[in-house]
């Protein structure tokens, strides 16, 4: 078993099963439950109410996308698709499921920052999964047309998201403190160059044009997930606008949040 540099540039098949992809696949398991574990120890005795809320949402998103790296790494959450010219692709579905949950969460952690209602919020979040459902249709679909229409109708949802995050959200987070705006505009930067990158891949790699091999792109989704759910909660959780604006207790708040530190 030699590594010649294909092999090297593709991946290397662990399980012996013929998908060389499966070392991305267990990389970026073991950097999502890193991720998961860290924000965890990073969280543990934090008593702000709101900060807890931000940690419960941006745990939940790297141990959502462990469970999907590891069911994809041990071949769960993979189909073949054969496609009208006959040619056969491996369609990792798992991801759209891991998808599905994990950025609206991701919304929902700039949604809060933002201080927007509940439609803005449901509006927002029901895009963005109605971009995932149809990108998941056309990764299942046979024929170039079909596939190359619900990447268009995937990419359009995709940008009334962007839209959405760089003018309602952006003007609603402006009402807010430096701090919240700072980080509010930092992640909105972060989600704008980094969620771009995934439609390009989509339709340079296997499910479109196939100019990139599917090793390749499992490598590059690899390190767009990873950046996007641990990147993206080291710089929320580390600043201080997850506080809570006054961290004076609450009425209701009962006798036992009435000691000030
Ligand atoms: C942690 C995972 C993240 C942040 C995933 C983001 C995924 C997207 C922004 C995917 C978008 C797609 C399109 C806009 C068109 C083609 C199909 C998708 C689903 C790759």
Redesign the pocket.
Known sequence: MGMDPIALQAGFDLLGDGRPETLWLGIGTLLMIIGTFYFIAQGWGVTDKEAREYYAITILVPGI?SAAYLAMFFGIGVTEVELASGAVLDIYYAR?A??LF??PL?LLDLALLAKVDRVSIGTLIGVDAL??VT?LI?ALSKTPLARYTW?LF??IA?LFVLYYLLTSLRSAAAQRSEEVQSTFNTLTALVAV??TA??IL?IVGTEGAGVVGLGVETLAFMVL?VT??VGFGFVLLRSRAILGETEAPEPSAGADASAAD
Do not use: C, R
Request: aromatic residues 30%; without cysteine; hydrophobic residues 50%.
């Open positions: 996308a759209y891991d998808w994990t950025t991701l971009m995932i990108g056309g990447w995937s990419t995709f980094l969620w995934y439609p989509w997930d996007a759910k």
